[in-house]
């Protein structure tokens, strides 16, 4: 089974930097698109941002300039490096990613979250 586990959430204060890395594993899998999405208390999940295989980077309103998403298709990875951090960025942070293997044949898959706190 494709398993996505993240890392590289914390505290950080208003301005501040942090990088979230994922990373797939789980079999012979061959991913599409992956991405970030973020969900704040009280709040819906949301699109952050998402990285086709081999297309155009999208981003949400709210981040674009401040976030960059990219990914290593080597190492089934992909990563979001957050700038400029603002209060309204705290949430936990899901990494997704949907895919094919020979085994399950399409998916979607969902990490756990990791939580980003911006602080003041």
């Known amino acids: 089974q494709v398993q996505l586990v993240e890392s590289g959430g914390g505290l950080v204060q208003t301005g501040g930097s942090l990088r979230l890395s994922c990373a797939a594993s789980g079999g012979i899998f061959s991913l599409n698109v992956m991405g970030w999405y973020r969900q704040a208390p009280g709040k819906q999940r949301e699109l952050v941002a998402a990285i086709p295989r081999g297309g155009n980077t999208n981003y949400a309103d709210s981040v674009k300039g401040r976030f960059t998403i990219s990914r290593d298709n080597a190492k089934n990875k992909v990563y979001l490096q957050m700038n400029s951090l603002k209060l309204e960025d705290t949430g936990v942070y899901y990494c997704?990613?949907?895919?094919?293997?020979?085994?399950?044949?399409?998916?979607?898959?969902w990490g756990q979250g990791t939580l980003v706190t911006v602080s003041s």
């Open positions: 997704y990613a949907d895919g094919s293997s020979p085994r399950l044949g399409y998916f979607e898959v």
